[in-house]
């Protein structure tokens, strides 16, 4: 019991990173229809920008505003002058996973050139440790988890409260329809990658402010967690994903105080195994079952 | 022409030879099937593992290398046993990997499978030796044939240049027969191939097995010849290579495959070996990397079909097709 306790605490904070990451990959994916796989790698290079903007003195929060910022401008522009032009061009959905995977190379290997392959962490001031019923947090694990459900919450206001949450909604289940009632899908569909660009820079700053170090894959590597969390929530469910983040992040912090470290992201595979061979559609979804079927 | 040079060349064929049958058996895949196997490294890994394992003999107690299930197998035998672990590798994934998802789904788990394959292999140090890798595999035939070292590169290529024949053979059936007609009619319309009565997973399957037994079999020439096979010869990224080297030729057309496999990972990366070294380490690699990242960007813009696109295969009216062909006015166009 002792190594239990302890090791849900460090699942929630595991989980906090995931739901933001998570979510931000889902809702690109539902909205845009484009499967990012560089999703991993602009976490990388958001996590680098902040790590530049520690570097020259200024606080973490302002890191993590920067790290947010670069994720939205970066995601924007991605869509703007590749993805959509290649989209327009006709190309199809093996050669857009193929199209992001070489932004993938692309990014991580330009973040290896010009940092060089080292080890890098956050400067930061040193964390307190804060005991809550048995779990040890750090203030810094405790700042993941409130910016975590902070953006949630923000998530779940916009997508239910707003006018653009609804267009968001309305063009993942069916962009023609959506457009055809009069919704400005172009805008929606930037405004997508806008938020959800922001999610993974965010999540970028937050993965490696638990961490000791990062390198130029950090992020590529936590593309494991993510995906398996998608999936498990429903390609394109934001609800699904919060859900998927809490039993991987959790499951994933047990095993390894269970089993070993090694296996944090084994179990993350195993419980995608097992999503696909008995759920394929994730635990949270009507809109996906709808899809497959269209698809 | 000087013995340094002979060096060299044998060991570019063996390589391109090597980077062919690869080439083929993902074209199997993806070129025909339309299978995005971002796994196919492990695949070739796999095989790689099975023929060292195969060839080292037993692991020895406390010895620098431990490893599962070491024999000293003669010759063939250790690269056709690669081909089958590729092959059951393969039917292993596709058990849940290949099933009637979205294409995207599929793609993403293959990604991560070959993520994942890669942290087991390096953390579970028993198996292959975890990250240093199994090394000092004895070459096949070496002690048998009496031949300089020359003699023996030049050798290997006959090997290599023979198997290749085999697996070309191989390809050539799968692709120019109803079967290889069946597996491009999922790829560019699966439903329609479903409504004909055709077993689309179980097809699908089948080109994923047999895409799986080639990279097992290139794995094993590899590491026959190199002698050595560690966590950091197949990462992910090497598997995006060899999809590079498909779309680059022309993805489903053999022939097409072939130049490139012969223009990317062989002329292309071999080239830069002569380039000086400058900046920090690893700074070539990195730059290496993000060219070939650009070249596939770059051909998916421009020249999607590659450098020889995949024949449009036309066939001939029969009497059946003649009394349901449309209107003469509307065929116009096409």
């Known amino acids: 019991m002792n190594t239990l306790v302890p090791a849900i605490g460090f699942g929630i904070v595991t989980a906090s990173i995931l739901a933001v990451a998570g979510v931000g990959f889902t809702l690109q994916f539902g909205v845009t229809n484009i499967l990012n796989l560089a999703y991993g790698d602009i976490m990388t290079a958001a996590a680098f920008v902040a790590y530049l903007v520690t570097g020259a003195g200024f606080s973490v929060w302002l890191a993590l505003a920067a790290g947010a910022a670069f994720g939205s401008v970066f995601s924007i522009l991605l869509n703007r002058f590749l993805y959509t032009p290649f989209v327009r061009r006709g190309t199809r959905l093996f050669g857009m996973i193929i199209v992001t995977i070489a932004v993938s190379l692309i990014l991580q290997n330009s973040l290896l050139a010009v940092f060089g392959a080292s080890f890098f962490s956050l400067q930061m001031p040193r964390p307190a440790s804060v005991h809550i019923a048995g779990m040890v947090f750090t203030t810094a694990q405790l700042a993941i988890i409130g910016i975590a459900i902070v953006a949630m919450l923000l998530i779940h206001l916009l997508l239910r409260y707003t006018k653009l949450g609804k267009a968001m909604r309305a063009t993942a289940t069916d962009p023609e329809l959506a457009r055809n009632c009069g919704i400005a899908t172009d805008r929606v569909i930037d405004l997508a990658w806008a938020i959800s660009g922001a999610l993974c820079g965010l999540a970028g700053v937050i993965l490696v402010m638990n961490v000791t170090s990062f390198t130029d894959t950090t992020g590529a590597q936590f593309l494991i967690p993510i995906i398996a969390v998608a999936v498990l929530g429903g390609i394109g469910q934001p609800y699904g994903a919060m859900l998927g983040a809490l039993v991987i992040g959790i499951a994933s912090e047990l095993a390894a105080a269970v089993i070993s470290p090694d296996y944090k992201n084994v179990v993350a595979f195993v419980i995608l195994v097992i999503v696909l061979l008995a759920r394929p559609q994730g635990i949270l979804s009507e809109i996906a079952t709808r899809k497959e079927v269209a698809a | ?334």
């Open chain 2, 1 to 334: 022409m000087s013995v340094a040079w002979q060096f060299y060349i044998s060991t570019v064929l063996v390589y391109l030879g090597v980077d062919v049958m690869a080439c083929w058996g993902l074209n199997l895949q993806f070129g025909v099937a339309g299978l995005v196997n971002f796994a196919f490294i492990i695949f070739q890994a796999a095989g790689a593992y099975t023929a060292a394992v195969l060839t080292l003999g037993p692991a020895t107690k406390g010895g620098f290398q431990q490893y599962l299930g070491g024999a000293h197998w003669p010759f063939p035998l250790p690269i056709l046993a690669a081909g089958v672990v590729g092959g059951l590798l393969a039917v292993l994934v596709g058990s849940f990997a290949i099933r009637r998802l979205r294409r995207d789904y599929e793609a993403m788990v293959m990604l991560v499978v070959s993520l994942i394959a890669t942290s087991i292999a390096t953390n579970q140090v028993g198996l292959v030796n975890g990250p240093n890798g199994l090394a000092l595999v004895p070459k096949p035939l070496a002690t048998m044939v009496n031949l300089t070292p020359i003699g023996y590169q030049w050798l290997f290529v006959g090997i290599t240049a023979v198997i290749c024949l085999c697996v070309y053979w191989l390809v050539h059936i799968v692709t120019s027969s109803p079967l290889g007609r069946t597996l491009r009619a999922i790829r560019d319309n699966e439903q329609a191939a479903a409504a004909l009565g055709k077993n689309v997973t179980g097809l699908r399957m089948l080109a994923f097995v047999l895409g799986g037994v080639i990279a097992g079999v290139s794995g094993a020439i590899l590491v026959e010849f190199i002698s050595a096979w560690s966590p950091g010869s197949w990462l992910y990224p090497e598997t995006f290579v060899y999809f590079t080297a498909v779309i680059v030729g022309g993805s489903g057309n053999n022939l097409g495959v072939m130049v490139g496999a012969l223009l990317v990972p062989v002329a292309f990366l071999e080239a830069t070996r002569f380039v000086p070294q400058f900046g920090p380490p690893g700074f070539i690699d990195a730059l290496q990397w993000i060219i070939v990242g650009v070249l596939a960007l770059v051909f998916l813009w421009f020249w999607p079909r590659g450098v020889i696109p995949e024949r449009r295969r036309r066939f001939p009216p029969t009497a059946q097709s003649e009394a349901r062909q449309p209107l003469p006015s509307t065929r116009t166009g096409r």
